[in-house]
């Protein structure tokens, strides 16, 4: 049999973190079993679809090279299946028609709430005559379908990473299959279409877990053969709370929006709940399709831990500088996509800041300075341990002999050795020379060493600022 996975998210907001990974263990796992990945949109809540969420989840897998197979499937385009799926399990008696107002469930949740019971449906519509429902039916009637759960059983389910679960039939309500407005819940509409699309494992969130029992007597009513469960941990902030879902923390997108290379995200969520085994971390997509397993997926929650994800990214950046391999093209041209000022010069950009960077967006305000020298104090052009003399006469000796410099020779090694032989010929400390050359040809505290930064600028540039530099200093 083919395996088959799929993706179902409901188009009710934007893809996040936790959505990614869904996606990506059922791409890995159908991948690596030469089956199919399939996408099916889950937009039977019509009351919290958001308009474009369905386009961008495509968009966004697509990009993140997540491509589904097939036809991608709505299921708000196969609602008579459903209704009819309904009524069968209608005429075969297990499930009804329910015409109990919300004002009446709602006065039967608070009663039972006040009476410290679990809020349950009490079939008060499980048994109304054939008269008193064609009645109320051709009355258009307001009214639900019900799934009736079968009295006094134990309900056993399996999951491949929880393991066996089971619940008493007592404990679960009769679920609503399909709703007021026609659509069907959950539920109805996901069991019938695992099926028919012939899912053979279902990987989803942990969420979904509770919900397994009444699949599993759903999936019998129909006399439908179960795929296989595997349910994935939850994702949880670093304090251990359930991951936040604000827009700005998890989206996909808006770390893409900073710089955050496609492959950084795949591997990292592809780490939360799994693992290879040993301590490596470092995966291309291809590599986890070989390595996925999904004996190596944990129970207990996996933290999203932003800090890990900027090492992953920082890691990456420099490795694709160090080895400048096919990625490199990309990696420049995704730099320049964040510069404002330096468009052009990516490469130097990244030779300067590529093993400082957590995401490219940074670049923007780290080569501010380098654009526009920021207004700093004289005094800071003074090192702690030097005074306003020592530092101009060791500015003049470190502009005479930069001026020398010949334009070929005007690159960061030949100007920090020029630099540091100044030091090591003369009387100055470094606190003379580099430090007040630092703040005069960045106007930082803070910044790569000056002759990174002179490399940068060249040497007009460089010498214009060390020159304003020793104006201040009188
Ligand atoms: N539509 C559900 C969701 O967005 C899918 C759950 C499932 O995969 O069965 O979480």
Redesign the pocket.
């Known amino acids: 049999m083919k395996t088959k996975t ?5 188009p ?1 907001g934007y893809m996040h973190i936790g ?1 990614l990974r ?1 996606a990506l263990f059922n791409y890995l796992y159908a991948k690596q079993n030469d089956g199919d990945f399939l996408l099916r949109i ?1 937009d039977t809540d019509r009351s919290r679809l958001v308009p474009g969420a369905e386009e961008n989840m495509i968009e966004i897998l697509n990009k993140m090279g997540l491509n589904p197979d097939g036809k991608i499937e709505k299921q708000s385009d196969r609602l008579k299946k459903y209704n009819k799926a309904a009524e069968k399990l209608i005429k075969e008696k297990k499930a009804y028609y329910c015409f109990c107002s919300s004002e009446r469930l709602d006065e039967l949740r608070k009663g039972q709430q006040a009476n410290k019971q679990v809020p349950k449906y009490d079939r008060h519509c499980c048994d109304l005559s054939e008269e008193d429902i064609d009645k109320k039916l051709k009355e258009d009637e307001n009214h639900v379908i019900r799934f009736k759960i079968p009295d006094n059983e134990i309900i056993k389910a399996e999951d491949m990473v929880y393991g066996k679960i089971s619940v008493k039939s007592e404990d679960l309500d009769d679920l609503v299959i399909l709703k007021s407005d026609g659509y069907p819940t ?1 539920h109805l509409a ?1 069991i019938l279409d695992d099926h028919e699309m012939k899912v053979t494992h ?1 990987i ?2 942990e ?2 877990l509770p919900s397994l029992p009444k699949h599993i007597l759903l999936y019998r009513a129909f006399d439908y053969d179960l795929p296989t469960f595997v349910h994935l941990p939850l994702l949880l902030n670093p304090d251990k709370s359930k991951l936040s879902k604000r827009q700005g923390d998890v989206a996909v997108e808006d770390f893409l929006a900073k710089g955050y290379l496609k492959e950084v995200l795949i591997n990292y969520v592809a780490m939360l709940g799994w693992n290879p085994g040993d301590d490596r971390e470092i995966f291309s997509l291809e590599e986890l399709i070989k390595e996925f397993s999904i004996a190596n997926i944990n129970k207990a929650g996996a933290v999203f831990d932003i800090n890990k994800l900027n090492w992953y990214n920082s890691e990456y950046v420099r490795q694709i500088i160090e080895n400048k391999d096919d990625s490199y093209k990309t990696l420049l041209n995704t730099t320049a996509e964040f510069l404002t000022n330096f468009k052009d010069r990516p490469e130097d950009v990244l030779k300067l800041f590529g093993s400082r960077v957590e995401y490219l967006a940074q670049l923007d305000e780290m080569t501010a300075f380098l654009h526009k020298l920021p207004r700093y104090e004289t005094e800071e052009l003074v090192f702690k341990k030097s005074d306003l003399n020592k530092t101009k006469q060791g500015m003049k000796l470190a502009y005479d002999k930069l001026e020398t410099t010949k334009d070929k020779d005007w690159e960061k090694e030949f100007l920090h050795t020029t630099l540091e032989n100044l030091v090591n010929n003369s009387d100055f400390s470094p606190g003379d020379i580099f430090w007040p050359l630092r703040i005069a040809v960045s106007g930082l505290q803070k910044s790569p060493s000056p002759a990174e930064i002179m490399d940068f600028l060249g040497k007009e540039e460089s010498l214009n600022r060390i020159k304003q530099a020793l104006d201040k200093l009188g």
């Open positions: 799929r993706f179902a998210p409901s009710t959505s869904t889950e959950y996901n279902v989803r969130g969420e979904w």
